[in-house]
């Protein structure tokens, strides 16, 4: 009786379905659920996320040469509704993750890698340099995605579970030979970096770390464990700079380019070392997070291309725009990361400030994300301009990153003041 007591008051208290969840998280996936497209292969229920959608009326719209939905996109819904689901589980977001993991499930190569897009007549599409099966973001994407999905304690996922471990096993082998000769450098405008993240770059580098330590929680092995720790330690050679000299301790994206979108270094380094107990990898995100990250808040660069220089690093090159959801929300997982380490309050009030770019504490003013209706805008464009489209990207990136500060109530509560109503 007191079982059932306790299940009813739970209930009363967070409801039977997300709505709940999402009015104190202020995460509303109306308009994700606008982007969400089902459609059948051999039986089977496939749901599908269109990339683009337009203003003023929100229409989709599809690339003739890419596609409508890809892996990169519904990939990334697939983590957010994994995580909602672990929040409050619910008959629809269960069967949100069982469709869109049947489309990242069909979208795996012979080769172990996944293709990327999909087009309107729901054939994949193989062979644009952006499809094309191969080790690229959305292959990474995809192994994360699953990974998140073999991570849910639910019964109702078990035959969905085994059949994202089985996918991931076919990928590991494949992952497991990045950077196998780790000792071979190349040069870039005197900037050192390791051959074998010549064309991968540090983001994917850490893209794969995500995925892997993931699928070292559900099957450790010294191995595996080998292999995260000599990718934390690339990550690692790539910061540049030092408490007092640019770039602060960021981690290059790629060769000697640091951009924001998809900076998920830090937040790799932290992530992994706190499953690893691995202090030198800690340490490593944290001094990112700590120097870095401040200086990005007051310069807001979306994008640095930089020489080695007798007095330290000269910026060849610098833009200030676009700034989309994705330039924030790595950052954000990454300030987080540092927060659940020692609770430092340094980095509670640098999540705060991260987390306002979406409420309207940017360059131009604007409330890139609207909780009324989940949209987020595609992108500042100037100090001026607002790019008011909203494809799956803005909108997932900016889920994620707001679901993530809405984990912790004592940030969460000074972001949220700044929503209007």
Request: some cysteine.
């Amino acid at each position: 009786m007191k079982s059932k007591l306790i299940g009813l008051c739970l209930l009363i208290i967070f409801g039977c379905e997300s709505e709940v969840v999402q009015k104190e998280s202020a995460i509303n996936t109306d308009h994700l659920d606008h982007l969400y497209e089902e459609y059948e292969v051999n039986g089977e229920q496939i749901g599908s996320i269109w990339i683009y959608c337009e203003a003023p009326d929100y229409h989709h719209v599809t690339d003739e040469d890419e596609g409508y939905t890809c892996v990169d996109d519904v990939a990334r819904s697939l983590v957010l509704y994994v995580n909602l689901y672990k929040e409050s589980p619910s008959k629809k977001v269960e069967e949100k993750i069982v469709t869109l993991s049947n489309f990242v499930l069909n979208m795996q190569a012979e080769n172990g890698y996944f293709y990327n897009f999909v087009f309107p007549d729901k054939s994949i599409n193989k062979t644009h340099q952006n499809s094309v099966a191969e080790a690229n973001w959305w292959s990474w994407r995809a192994f994360w995605a699953l990974s998140e999905v073999a991570s849910l304690d639910d019964s109702v996922f078990s035959e969905l579970k085994e059949e994202a471990l089985s996918s991931m096993k076919r990928l590991l082998p494949l992952m497991m030979e990045i950077c196998a000769n780790k000792e071979e450098v190349f040069t870039t405008e005197g900037i050192v970096t390791p051959t074998c993240v010549k064309d991968i770059g540090g983001d994917q580098l850490a893209l794969l770390m995500i995925g892997l330590s993931n699928f070292y929680e559900l099957e450790p092995s010294e191995e595996l464990k080998q292999k995260l720790e000599e990718f934390g330690g690339i990550l690692e050679g790539l910061q540049l700079g030092d408490e007092e000299e640019f770039p602060y301790f960021a981690s290059m994206s790629w060769q000697n380019i640091w951009h924001a979108w998809g900076n998920s270094q830090a937040y790799a380094m932290l992530k992994v070392g706190r499953l690893l107990e691995n202090e030198t990898m800690i340490k490593a995100g944290q001094r990112e997070v700590e120097y870095f990250i401040p200086h990005y808040l007051k310069e807001k660069p979306s994008f640095f291309k930089l020489a080695k220089s007798e007095d330290g690093y000269e910026v060849m090159e610098t833009e200030a725009f676009p700034q989309i959801a994705y330039n924030l929300r790595p950052m954000i997982y990454a300030a987080l990361e540092a927060y659940e380490v020692n609770k430092n309050p340094s980095y509670k009030k640098i999540a705060i400030d991260l987390g306002n770019w979406y409420l309207g504490d940017n360059q131009a003013n604007q409330q890139m994300y609207d909780p009324k209706t989940g949209i987020t805008f595609d992108g500042i464009i100037s100090m001026t301009e607002v790019n008011k489209n909203s494809g799956a990207e803005s909108t997932i990136e900016a889920l994620l990153a707001l679901q993530a500060i809405s984990k912790y109530p004592e940030i969460w509560n000074e972001v949220k003041m700044n929503l209007t109503n």
